[in-house]
């Protein structure tokens, strides 16, 4: 190669490196990852809102009971029938499965338990705490206000039922004065009363229903938040075993995890042994009564008290923490004389008082 040559080559590759160096770099294009989905909707199936109604339709009915007085044998016994057409496991999965709707009107706590559910893997987690201790829900935030909504509202019905037990057991001590005219017949033995207890026993062992306008509503209201216009204060802990099985089903709904894929998981949450053994306690002695209750106006007192009191006293328990509860004398699972002093004062008295 010549001089010349080379030298040529020198300077062009010379000038081919300045050119480089000058030149712009191609752009460095950064793919960056897709956002994550977002979470599911807040969703609660169907069969919650089944249960719920049942208790909301049974106590609707139960406070038709009059409070002022029957005026014939028939309506005691009607409303016997009425009152009595309750199954204790049902009734109580009910009112579980109806708290856990009233808990979902909480805007503070669907908000605060679905801050957890953007991550789906920290979603995952907590619904698998929830269904592994249902007391998880109760620390999640919000739980407080939507506690106060549960603890509120039944408390009304407690307030409600509490009232008319009064008046009906009231009334089985007026009917028996002597200017009552309603002396006449509510003094008057009962007929076949064996026969009596027996249908009621049979009605007992009936099954409960879901009313569907209450359903359709109660699902509507769970899964938009909205549609009941409750109000509530704020609670605090500790809380029963029912609310907060109330919270863990509603917790659950709100992470979107309470679907039909969720079913078995919100039944089994929606059973607690406590509130149903209230009401169990509260059917036996309600079956002692009518056996020891002869003339129409005992009728009257049974129902007052082992019917309309004893739900206001089971559900009292059921939100009742232990600690603030009444004494063990008022509680109803440790109540057991009643069909002991009706069969006392049938064989004490002339014309049987009422039991007492």
């Known amino acids: 190669m010549r001089l010349g040559q080379s030298r040529g080559l020198i300077v062009a590759a010379a000038i081919a490196a300045v050119l480089a160096a000058c030149s712009t770099p191609e752009p460095v294009v950064v793919v960056e990852a897709p956002p994550p989905p977002p ?20 106590i609707r009915d139960v406070s038709t009971i009059p409070a002022g007085g029957f005026q014939d044998a028939e309506s005691i016994q009607a409303a016997m029938r009425r009152g009595a057409a309750y199954d204790p496991a049902t009734l109580s999965r009910g009112m579980i499965a109806y708290g856990s709707i009233l808990a979902l009107q909480s805007p503070e706590f669907v908000q605060g338990v679905r801050s957890y559910a953007v991550d789906p ?15 998880y829900a109760a620390t999640l935030p919000g739980a407080d206000a939507a506690a106060g909504l549960i603890v509120a509202t039944l408390s009304q019905d407690i307030t409600a039922l509490t ?13 028996q004065e002597r200017r009552d005219p309603r002396r ?37 209201a769970a899964n938009s938040g909205s549609g009941l216009s409750l109000t509530g204060t704020a609670a605090s802990g500790p809380y029963t075993p029912a609310v907060v099985h109330s919270l863990a089903i509603a917790a659950l709904a709100a992470l979107g995890a309470g679907g039909d894929e969720a079913r078995t998981s919100t039944e089994a949450l929606s059973i607690e042994a406590n509130a149903q053994f ?61 069909a002991v002093e009706a069969t006392t004062a049938a064989l004490e008295a002339t014309e049987p008082g009422p039991n007492r």
Request: net charge negative; aromatic share 6%; proline share 8%.
């Open 39 to 58: 979470p599911p909707p807040v969703t609660l199936n169907q069969g919650v809102a089944d249960a719920a109604s049942i208790y909301v339709a049974f």
């Open 121 to 135: 893997s920290v979603r995952a987690e907590l619904v698998a705490n929830i269904s592994r201790d249902p007391a």
């Open 163 to 175: 009232a008319i037990a009064e008046g009906v057991e009231g009334d089985a001590y007026t009917i």
């Open 184 to 220: 006449r017949w509510a003094i008057q033995p009962i007929a076949s009363r064996e026969t009596r207890l027996d249908s009621i026993k049979t009605i007992s062992a009936g099954q409960m229903l879901p009313s569907a306008e209450d359903s359709a509503r109660l699902f509507a």
């Open 278 to 338: 209230c009401l169990d306690m509260s059917k036996l002695n309600l079956f002692q009564c009518l056996a020891a209750s002869r003339p129409s106006y005992e009728d009257m007192f049974c129902i007052g008290r082992h019917i309309v009191r004893d739900l206001a006293t089971c559900t009292t328990e059921a939100i009742t923490p232990r600690t603030l509860a009444p004494s063990p004398d008022t509680m109803i699972a440790e109540v057991t004389p009643v």
